[in-house]
């Protein structure tokens, strides 16, 4: 079995410790902040140890990954130098670590207060397009949301939300004429929605739009 003299200790390939001061072999502890090994501040974690003295240094900004995703398993061909993204990536890809969820996530497109508010709107029936434009979403991103498969962790405890109504421009243009009829001339009011003089006209006689929901 190989081995690397580093002053007052041997280390050797599997992991284990002699140390020529006491004359006796290491026990290593599994660290409770980490998870794991390591032969504490004088030699620190026994992959880093092993890697160092058995693979190469380990370059700033670079780190030491166990393949199989075992924190215990120090087998050196269980161990390799990889960066801190693509750890972190490995990490993600074997379950070994959950994606920060909510606003934590740094690619998060809301905070959770905003989420909550999102909520409150898909809940009263507002649809998606008209909450896109509220909090700078995409409306896909809307009904993501709405269908449980964006930000469930906060949206689940609302239970099913209603589907969203189909976002009709003719509509918010009726609308904006019911404020503007009193004090309009159909002409003026076409102008300024860029509408035919017609469609006012048959909003003024009571003829509205019906709105469906998808």
């Keep these: 079995m190989k081995s690397v003299d580093i002053g007052f200790y041997i280390v050797f390939e599997n992991g284990t410790v002699f140390s020529k001061r006491s004359n006796k072999f290491l026990k290593p502890s599994i660290s409770k902040s980490s998870g794991y090994l390591v032969y504490g501040s004088r030699l620190g974690s026994v992959h880093r140890l092993l890697v160092k003295h058995f693979i190469g240094e380990i370059p700033k900004g670079m780190c030491v990954n166990h393949k199989d995703g075992n924190k215990l398993n120090n087998n050196l061909d269980n161990l390799e130098i990889v960066s801190y993204s693509e750890n972190m990536k490995h990490a993600f890809r074997n379950g070994l670590q959950e994606k920060p969820k909510g ?40 009904s993501l949301i709405r269908h449980g498969k964006r930000w469930k962790h906060l949206t689940s405890k609302y239970g099913k939300f209603p589907q969203s109504k189909k976002y009709d421009p003719m509509a918010e243009k009726y609308n904006q004429f019911l404020t503007l009829r009193n004090n309009h001339t159909n002409k003026q009011i076409a102008e300024m929605l860029n509408v035919d003089a017609s469609t006012v006209s048959r909003w003024r006689s009571g003829e509205t739009r019906r709105h469906k929901s998808d």
């Design 103 to 142: 606003e934590k996530n740094s690619g998060a497109k809301l905070s959770n207060i905003d989420c909550e508010k999102l909520c409150e709107m898909l809940l009263a029936g507002d649809d998606n397009e008209t909450i896109a434009k509220q909090f700078g979403l995409h409306p896909r991103y809307v």
